[in-house]
Structures are given as C-alpha cells and as structure tokens.
C-alpha cells in the first residue's frame, strides 16, 4: 500500500534491477514535455511524405500522356496509386518482423533511446534523399518512401514503450493525447514552411514546379532530427533493464520468444485479448484512410473550373490535410476529457461510429467541397482514436508488468499487421477493379467488426477465472 501511495506522488525511472529514483514533479513535467515533442519532430514526415506533398508530387510525377494511371516498376506495369500503397504495406510488413528483434534487444541492454535515434536517423536521412526523386525515377522514390516509413514506424516503437515508464496509469490518457496535440502543431507549422517552397517557388526562387515539393522532403528530414534532440536529451538512457534473452539464445529467437510470452499473457486476459482483436481492425481502417486520402482526392475528387470538372491539385488539397489536423488537436484533447467521464471503451465506439459514417459519406463524395466537409469529420475523430487506442492499451497491461516494451513490440507488430492488409487490400481492390472509390467498402467492414468486438470488450473480465 506505501509503495503505492508513493507511485502517485512521484515517478519511477528505472536504472537497474536492483533500485529505482524517484523523480520530483517538477521534473516530471519536464520528461513529459520532452517525450511529447517527439511527436513534434517526426509527425512532420507523417503530414508531408505520407499525407500530402509527396503522394501529390508522386502521382504528379509519375502521370504520363499514353498511360496516365501505370507506371513501370522494375519491368512490373501497375496502378501508380497501387504501386505506393503497395509499397507502404510492405514497409509497414517489414518493421512488422524487426520490431520485436529490436524490442528485445533493447529490453535486454536497457538502450532504447539508441534504437529510436538508428530509426530517427535513417528515416530522415531517407526524407532528404527524396529531394532526388523526379519524373524518370519512381524506383528511387519508391525505395526511399519504404526506407522513411521503416525508420518513422521504428521509432514508434521505443517511442510508445515509455509511455507506462514516464507516466503512471491516471496520467497516461492526458500524456498521450498532449503528445498527439504536440505532433499535430508540430507538422502543421513544418508543412507551413514547406508551402512556401511548394507555391512560391517560380516567384520568390526562380526554381521550376518540381524543386518546391522536393526541398520540403529536405526540410522534413531536417526538421525531424533537429527536433528529436529535445527528447533524445531529456529522456533516460536506460528505464528499465530487463534480461529478455536467456543464455546462449540469440536475438531473433529471444525477441520471438518475448513475443510468445505476452500472446500467452494475453490468453489470461479476456479483456485486453478482446481488445486487441477490436484494435487490429479498426486500424486496418484508420490507417489506410490516412495513408490514402491524399491520393484518394487527386484522383477521384473533381473541381468545377470554368465550367468543366477536373482533378484537384496541391493547392487544393493541402489545405484540406492541414484542416485535417488542426482539428484532430481539439479532437484528441477533447476525447482524452470524454474518456475522464464516460471511459475509454464507449468514447472508442464513439469515433468508430463517426469512422463508419466517413467511410459511407467518402463512397458518395464527387466534389471538392464534399472532400472538405469529410475532411473536417476524419480530424475530429482521427487524434482521438489513435491517441485512446495507445492509451487504453497502456492501462490494460499488468500494474506488476516491467516488460513494457515488450508488450507495445507485442501492440505494434499488431497495428503494423492491420496496416499491412489494410493497404493491400486497397491497392488490391483498386487493382482489380481499375476504381479506387470500390475499395472504401471493405474498409468500412472494419470498422464495423471493430466496433462489435470493442462492445463484448466491455463485458470481458479483466483476468480469467482459475477452475478449481
């Protein structure tokens, strides 16, 4: 009971199997600032290489008078649209299987923060690559934006895992959803910059059209490992050291063998089970929305100009993504206060709802002022439902767990999994029929299988009962 009492008042920050620190508030404060400006530096790749500049200048580029639509992949010809969103899923595929090797490295040399910086590093150093990426060359585009999203998702790992360290469980709704509210202003003012670069590049430059989009995958890649200093400075070395692999076992095996551990864990826990299977496909959904809305609008959505429909552009676009996440700001402090009254398992079914709704609504969309009306919906629930997702998972594991990374190597590999089929099946549905407008219906089967598993959450015991 004092030990408990003790947790509230002060914050562990682990050193060593055989003590900890206590950190005063104050300082508290501090490590949570740091933290949450990590989602300032990296949500600018987020925003401009996944949301808008880059699959706006890709399907730019990668447009021709013969063949509009394909493009010739390594001898492969495929929708371009298809062949991004084929590409993401493998990315996302591969940090799927590294993650729990570096997961279980990193628990058992307590050096998580090397391992976010490695990602942090690669993945802006793909970001600035990109600056090479023209007509003439999709492969090289292609090659970085799976190399960015590796290191982007990579870091996520470490990231999310100090969540339970730096905060205790009352703490953990608000600290996520301030990191959320961090990252969206964060590549709001980033994606700012960059459009000076994107709109002004003839008049103040003298640069032709191209140069604007690719200088801002400079300063994405510059923004992200000038901001990540913060949390890399602030944040501890080692909070926790656990010996994951026994002797003579090497990391693929141990990280694997940690995996096992929680999957089993998780078999004694209807509730957090229940969950995780809610979790998996609802994000197939919210994921592949925000993957492919940018992509979505240049291709299906049209605009009257004088007179005649045709498809939108950037400066059309973009704006709308920027909407996007400055409503997502007051949506996730908003749901974060919700979940404080009502509890994090109806607030969820709340946004999944709402997610229906624009699944159905974008089926219908032909206009760009129907674009913008459900662009305005996707921000209020899209910080929401990620920042509650991480944190209600927080919350569901064991109070005696000192395994954290683990268990959120155990919640990426999950979230990166649904993205995986999520963005396949896209691209596939796509493929197949030649009309990315068909491929919004399965998505909206997801969210509605997640909504039903997140209401039998609700009822499931928090531990199963032992049969005597």
Avoid at 156 to 182: C, M, R, T, W
Avoid at 232 to 247: D, E, N, Q
Wanted: charged share 15%; proline share 3%.
């Amino acid at each position: 009971a004092g030990k408990e009492i003790i947790k509230q008042q002060y914050l562990y920050k682990y050193y060593s199997m055989e003590g900890v620190e206590a950190i005063p508030l104050k300082e508290k404060k501090k490590l949570h600032r740091a933290w949450a400006m990590y989602d300032w530096a990296n949500s600018a790749y987020n925003l401009v290489i996944t949301s808008t500049i880059f699959p706006i200048y890709y399907v730019a580029v990668t447009r021709n008078p013969s063949n509009e639509d394909k493009v010739n992949f390594f001898g492969w010809e495929v929708i371009n649209t298809a062949l991004l969103n084929y590409a993401l899923a493998f990315a996302y595929f591969i940090i799927a299987i590294l993650s729990p090797i570096l997961s279980s490295m990193a628990d058992s040399k307590g050096n998580k923060k090397k391992y976010m910086q490695f990602f942090t590093t690669t993945g802006a150093i793909a970001c600035m690559g990109l600056y090479f990426f023209k007509t003439g060359k999709v492969e090289l585009g292609i090659l970085l934006s799976v190399v960015a999203a590796i290191g982007y998702c990579g870091s996520l790992v470490f990231y999310n895992a100090y969540l339970p360290e730096i905060a205790v469980k009352s703490e953990q709704d608000a600290l996520s959803a301030k990191g959320f509210a961090y990252g969206y202003i964060g590549c709001v003012l980033c994606q700012l910059i960059c459009l000076v670069f994107v709109f002004q590049h003839d008049a103040w430059f003298g640069q032709e059209e191209s140069w604007g989009p690719r200088v801002s995958f400079l300063i994405v890649g510059i923004w992200w490992l000038a901001w990540a200093l913060i949390p890399f400075k602030v944040l501890p070395s080692k909070p926790v050291a656990i010996k994951i692999t026994a002797k003579g076992k090497n990391a693929v095996r141990g990280s694997f063998s940690a995996l096992k551990k929680v999957w089993k864990q998780v078999q004694t826990m209807p509730r957090l089970k229940v969950y995780l299977g809610a979790f998996f496909f609802y994000s197939m959904g919210v994921q592949t929305v925000m993957l492919a809305a940018a992509v979505f609008g240049s291709k299906v959505v049209k605009k009257q100009v004088e007179g005649k429909w045709v498809d939108m552009e950037a400066q059309d676009l973009i704006p709308a993504i920027l909407m996007i996440q400055l409503v997502a700001i007051l949506g996730a402090m908003l749901m974060a206060k919700l979940s404080a009254k009502m509890g994090n398992f109806k607030v969820l079914m709340i946004n999944i709802f709402i997610w229906v709704c624009v699944c159905v609504l974008a089926y219908f969309t032909r206009t760009n002022y129907e674009f913008y009306g459900i662009a305005v919906l996707v921000g209020f629930v899209m910080g929401g439902i990620q920042s509650l997702s991480r944190s209600t998972f927080s919350k569901l594991i064991p109070e005696d767990s000192r395994d954290n990374t683990s268990y959120f190597s155990f919640y990426d590999v999950m979230e990166k999994m649904s993205i995986v089929l999520g963005m396949f099946s896209f691209a596939f549905i796509e493929q197949i029929t030649g009309d990315m407008r068909n491929a919004i219906i399965g998505l909206t089967s997801y969210f509605i299988v997640g909504f039903i598993l997140l209401l039998f959450t609700q009822k499931a015991p928090l531990k199963r009962s032992k049969k005597v």
